[in-house]
């Protein structure tokens, strides 16, 4: 089975802080994607990579940055996290056509 | 852009059908998924369907395709507590995968 692991289920931040988000997957996929999951706007792409050090801008990147150095792992970066960052956030691999879901984790900025 | 649109919430009592409905926008749409989310899980992927299908069954699960109306829906036949959950249909229009658009989800209830 695919594995898609994000080191945090739950993080509580203090406004300004930089936050790692770190996502890891088992199976050699190429493409990984970071969304974040509010209530009633369903899941939104902040930032995706198609490759090891390659990334590309999602619909809503403002305030987030990526690192991805190594094929498994997918980091995503909030520089200086703001209140309005807390949120759910998933990371996901993809193989063929079907993408792979990490757990999430739950940020709450204070 | 493209647009994924659902109704937030449906309740239905235990042992009857729910039926899920999504409309898109973006007619290239090359695959069409139902996910489901349990409370404090991530997604897994419950069907899909390619675009030139017009209907999908799997076991207690339908999904109906208009491409004509550009509107999905996904049917649970006897539905179980343990359906309780949200689903979220998604389009992806890019045979490469980096284009995958979700709509807000539809949290299900089911009542005993």
């Known amino acids: 089975d695919v594995k898609v692991t994000q080191s945090s289920r739950y993080l509580v931040k203090r406004t300004g802080e930089k936050v790692f988000l770190e996502c890891v997957q088992d199976?050699?996929?190429?493409?990984m994607f970071w969304y974040r999951q509010d209530p009633g706007l369903g899941l939104r792409l902040i930032y995706f990579?198609?490759?090891?050090?390659?990334?590309e801008k999602g619909d809503i990147p403002e305030g987030y940055s990526v690192s991805r150095e190594k094929k498994e792992r997918f980091s995503l970066i909030l520089e200086s996290a703001s209140t309005n960052q807390t949120s759910m956030y998933l990371c996901?691999?993809?193989?063929?056509?079907?993408?792979?879901f990490g757990q999430g984790t739950r940020l709450t900025v204070v | 852009g493209e647009d994924v649109e659902q109704s937030l919430f449906l309740s239905v009592r235990e042992g009857d059908s729910s039926v899920i409905n999504c409309t898109y926008t973006?007619?290239?749409?090359?695959?069409l998924y139902w996910y489901k989310q349990e409370p404090g899980a991530g997604l897994q992927l419950l069907t899909y369907?390619?675009?030139?299908?017009d209907m999908k069954q799997d076991q207690r699960l339908t999904v109906l395709l208009n491409k004509k109306d550009k509107h999905l829906s996904l049917r649970i036949a006897d539905t179980q507590t343990g359906d309780s959950a949200i689903y979220f249909c998604?389009?992806?229009?890019?045979?490469?995968?980096?284009?995958?658009?979700f709509g807000p989800g539809t949290r299900l209830s089911v009542l005993p």
């Open positions: 996901a691999s993809l193989l063929g056509t079907e993408a792979f």
């Open positions: 199976m050699d996929h190429e493409n």
């Open positions: 990579s198609y490759d090891v050090k390659m990334k």
């Open positions: 973006d007619s290239s749409s090359t695959y």
């Open positions: 369907i390619f675009s030139n299908m």
């Open positions: 998604a389009e992806n229009a890019r045979s490469d995968g980096q284009n995958f658009v």
